[in-house]
């Protein structure tokens, strides 16, 4: 089944200490987001990427960043991870981005910050 | 500007009871509506979506829901819930400028046995 994969599921990190999610996908599409989804709340936009351009949210904080190597890969760097960076993070697909596509999601890595 | 509003955060329901989850929307323009559900520790699961055409779209797992324009509503209904439905589910509205969704702020339905 064509889907949205995200590595690892959980992840524990320090405070300061630089950690990377991963976004995988295989439904070919040239669209991928990143949303943060805190507890209790709606999901974030980030950022996402069409193809190989970069669209950041105006209030996405400069501790996050991402790259996108190659269509399939997705990656979520936070430089220096706050307590207030602890959620859910949440990685999805579309097609394109007309106001029809729809957005694929992952499960999803809930990221701890000790 | 658009916006979600799901009226309710919490609904507590018995197995086998009906339940509708409220949305409604602001928009000045054309909408294209969606739902999706989120299982405790997981992502989100697309359940039904109104992009145009029939005003009652059916979804996944037994979902409904209703486009209503001059009630700015798309209420998700199911005639007789789970326990598997335990769930958050998040109503949502695709921005002006596209490829972007903006979420209401979930509502928590809770099937008792």
């Known amino acids: 089944d064509a889907m949205v994969i995200q590595n690892p599921r959980y992840q524990v990190t320090q405070f300061g200490k630089p950690v990377t999610l991963s976004c995988s996908q295989t439904?070919?599409?040239?669209?991928m987001y990143w949303y943060q989804q805190k507890s209790s709340q709606a999901p974030k936009l980030l950022f996402h990427?069409?193809?190989?351009?970069?669209?950041n949210e105006a209030d996405t904080p400069d501790n996050f960043q991402s790259r996108r190597p190659n269509t399939s890969f997705c990656f979520l760097d936070i430089r220096s991870p706050g307590l207030g960076d602890a959620a859910m993070y949440l990685c999805?697909?579309?097609?394109?981005?007309?106001?029809?596509?729809?957005?694929?999601f992952g499960p999803g890595t809930r990221l701890t910050v000790l | 500007a658009q916006s979600v509003t799901q009226l309710d955060s919490q609904v507590p329901v018995f197995e086998e009871a009906p339940v509708e989850l409220r949305c409604n929307y602001s928009?000045?323009?054309?909408?294209?509506l969606f739902w999706y559900v989120q299982y405790p520790n997981q992502g989100l699961q697309l359940l039904l979506k109104?992009?145009?055409?029939?005003?009652l779209v059916k979804g996944i797992n037994g979902f409904e829901a209703e486009f209503n324009k001059s009630q700015t509503s798309f209420h998700l209904r199911k005639p007789s819930v789970h326990i598997s439905d335990t769930a958050e589910y998040f109503c949502?509205?695709?921005?002006?400028?596209?490829?972007?969704?903006?979420f209401g702020q979930g509502t928590e339905l809770s099937v008792k046995p």
């Open positions: 999805a697909t579309s097609r394109g981005v007309s106001r029809t596509d729809t957005q694929y």
């Open positions: 439904l070919n599409h040239n669209v």
């Open positions: 990427y069409y193809d190989k351009d970069f669209n």
């Open positions: 928009s000045s323009v054309s909408v294209y």
């Open positions: 109104y992009l145009s055409g029939s005003t």
């Open positions: 949502a509205v695709s921005a002006l400028q596209g490829g972007k969704l903006i």
